[in-house]
């Protein structure tokens, strides 16, 4: 049996090594954690910024003898060149090979930045994860352990690029750009595109592509009777009540102020005159919680093939006008040539 001074010693050394080895099991992922939490955790704004330039000098701070950043290089690379750059991917390289790469390929700079660091005899990690932190944690803990394993002498990035969040958001500025704010519905910023699509299928599958306008008859009236609020109410039921009886696979977009527009694709002249006179019923019946009923002219234009947005949306709009001109709640059709016939 060994002496007791000879037991504690052996104790207090089999601890020292195993906190030893709990504090740097630790350590490295904390650190990587650390560079991210509070350089790249946060909102949109941050995310804008999270550049490989922003990157690179935050590793620089934290490690001035691994990145050089002189001549206005950072790491071996031209400050405009990685400007802008956003940092996605995950490289794991060590001498002249790489040893982990996941995602999509690097952009250019980046790729030249990598290839400076194997070039310098450099191990680099650059980490893009998910946004939650259980899969960051355990990103970075391979980063380490890869790192460990080859012997990496350099720093290891490690980037958390909330790609979720950036897809949501990207998701929520094109509804924006794409949508009135007012009635949900689309713009006519999208009309364009719309069009030239929906005409290349009608063209492909010999279809027909009909153009619906219509415009609120005096409309001026409620606003000033009612207010600019009940106003808005009224043309937010509007858009709700069309919209639930075109088809699927119509477009209804909301074109200016109480102007509205429908693409009503598969559709000829015979059935683009049968869907502006149920319109036209269907908006002159529905209450609109007000003392006056609400009416709405109609124009409506067959697009020939070859016809582009521009005359067809004219074609439509003359119609229209011709409606209002001969006493609203009704419409006119359009040909191409502009000339209209009563409905
Ligand atoms: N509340 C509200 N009013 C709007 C909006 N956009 C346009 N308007 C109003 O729509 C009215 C359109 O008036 P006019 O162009 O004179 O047409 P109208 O009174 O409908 O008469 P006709 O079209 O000739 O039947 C104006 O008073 C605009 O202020 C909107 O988003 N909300």
């Known amino acids: 049996m060994p002496p007791r001074g000879d037991r504690s010693l052996a104790d207090l050394l089999r601890l020292v090594v195993l906190t030893l ?25 941050t995310l804008s910024v999270l550049t490989a330039e922003q990157l690179m000098r935050q590793v620089i701070a934290r490690d001035p003898e691994f990145w050089v950043y002189e001549d206005g290089r950072i790491g071996g690379l031209l400050r405009d060149e990685v400007r802008g750059v956003a940092v ?13 790469e996941i995602g999509a390929p690097l952009p250019a700079p980046l ?17 893009e994860t998910s946004a939650s932190l259980r899969p960051l944690l355990r990103d ?17 990035l490690l980037c958390r690029y909330p790609l979720a969040r950036l897809r949501r958001a990207e998701r929520d ?6 949508h009135d704010p007012l009635t949900g519905l689309l713009n006519r910023h999208v009309v364009e595109a719309l069009f030239e699509r929906e005409t290349a299928r009608a063209r492909r599958h010999h279809l027909q ?9 005096h409309f001026k ?45 598969h559709t000829d002249l015979a059935m683009a005159r049968a869907l502006v006179e149920k319109l036209r019923r269907l908006v002159a019946a529905h209450d609109f919680g007000l003392p006056q009923s609400i009416t ?20 439509a709009d003359a119609a229209m006008y011709r409606a209002k001109r001969a006493g609203r709640n009704r419409w006119f059709e359009g040909d191409g040539e502009h000339s209209v016939t009563e409905g």
């Open 21 to 45: 080895v709990v504090v740097t099991a630790l350590a490295i992922p904390v650190i990587h954690f650390d560079v991210q939490r509070r350089y790249l955790d946060g909102n949109l704004a």
């Open 88 to 100: 996605r991917q995950v490289v794991y390289a060590e001498g002249g090979e790489a040893v982990v």
């Open 111 to 127: 790729l030249r930045q990598r290839q400076w660091l194997l070039d310098a005899g450099r191990s680099v990690g650059a980490l």
């Open 140 to 156: 970075s803990l391979l980063l380490a352990l890869v790192l460990a394993v080859i012997g990496g002498t350099g720093a290891a």
């Open 173 to 178: 500025i094109r509804y924006l750009a794409e």
């Open 209 to 217: 592509l009909s153009i619906i306008i219509f415009d609120i008859d």
């Open 221 to 265: 009236r409620v606003n000033d009777q009612h207010g600019h609020d009940c106003g808005d109410r009224v043309l937010r039921q509007l858009a709700g009540l069309v919209s639930r009886h075109v088809r699927a696979s119509d477009y209804l977009v909301r074109w200016g102020g109480e102007e509205f527009l429908v693409l009503s694709t």
């Open 296 to 315: 709405i002219s109609l124009g409506v234009c067959a697009c020939s093939p070859g016809q582009g947005l521009q005359r067809c949306v004219s074609c």
